[in-house]
Every structure is written in C-alpha cells, then in structure tokens.
C-alpha cells in the first residue's frame, strides 16, 4: 500500500505506507507519531471525571428546584 499524503508539487507520495499505519515515515506513520491515547487534559483537574459531572449536574437540578419555589411564592 502506498502513503495516502501529497507531496508539495501535488503530486501523489510514492513511499510505501508504515505497517498499520496510512501515512510513510516521513509523512507521520512512524512509531510514537500522533496524539496520546486517551485525555491526560481531563486527568489534571479532575473537572471531567463522572463524580463530578453528577455533581454539577445534582447542583444544577438544586437549583432549577429553588428557582421553582421563588416563583411560586411570589
């Protein structure tokens, strides 16, 4: 199988694609090429985790219900 990237020129790459991969080694396919696996991002702050999500979400319903009230009484 041959790399799917153009060459500057536009010209179709002729390399053969890495094993597995779409891409020739000097077009990305190499190993460790590419984004991790997985959100590190979401890991740091622990604002993504489903503990807190639920939270957001239980103080939000909180919220939505003692908007309710005030309304009603006035």
Request: net charge positive; proline share 5%; glycine share 14%.
């Amino acid at each position: 199988m041959r790399c799917g990237a153009k060459t500057r020129a536009g010209t179709p790459c002729r390399s053969p694609a890495v094993a597995g991969k779409k891409r020739c080694r000097m077009h990305g396919g190499g190993p460790g090429v590419g984004a991790p696996q997985g959100n590190q991002n979401a890991l740091k702050s622990g604002l993504y985790t489903k503990e807190m999500r639920a939270w957001r979400r239980e103080l939000s319903d909180l919220a939505r219900a003692a908007s309710r009230t005030l309304s009603e009484i006035e």
